[in-house]
């Protein structure tokens, strides 16, 4: 029903989590996601090293009033326990990155499960990457009259309303 749903033009909000990969997995690559191995983590003095404060992208910006507001007063959103997202640009959607880690000292943490207690270490023999990762990605087309619009967040906890009302 679901891949019905997306031929036909209706617009979907998928909200992903580091552990749920499989699942998650066959409908991400029906849109040309791909969800990467691992939760990202950065080191931080004061935040839980897998809370990412991740900003909007100048391409976010340009879609949207909100996101144009996040960008030009340099806010963030808090994504905790985040996966990060790779796409394959040109399958049917034009494909939109909407909201992106620092490029610097983030990782994808694929060994350390205990976050709090253990030290954390990237381990690129492990597939461990540092680089900047998407975390969200839109995507649109037409379909008939209709432009499709899908969210693909690679973390489902920044809709909770303690992340929504933190300032």
Not at 12 to 41: C, K, N, W
Request: aromatic share 8%; charged share 20%; net charge negative.
């Amino acid at each position: 029903y679901l891949y019905a749903y997306i031929a036909r033009g209706g617009n979907l909000v998928i909200a992903t989590e580091p552990d749920r990969a499989e699942v998650m997995q066959p409908i991400l690559e029906h849109l040309g996601i791909q969800q990467v191995p691992g939760y990202l983590v950065k080191q931080k003095a004061h935040l839980a090293a897998d809370m990412q404060l991740v900003v909007p992208t100048a391409e976010a910006a340009a879609l949207s009033f909100h996101f144009e507001t996040v960008y030009s007063q340099k806010h963030f959103v808090m994504m905790p326990g985040c996966a990060g997202l790779d796409y394959t640009p040109g399958k049917e959607f034009t494909v939109v990155p909407l909201f992106t880690t620092d490029s610097t000292g983030c990782w994808n943490e694929r060994e350390t499960f205990n976050l709090v207690d253990d030290t954390l270490k990237m381990n690129a023999l492990a597939g461990e990457v540092e680089r900047a990762y998407t975390t969200a990605i839109g995507l649109y087309r037409r379909v008939g009259e209709k432009e499709q619009k899908i969210i693909v967040l690679g973390d489902a906890d920044c809709l909770s309303n303690k992340e929504i009302s933190t300032n």
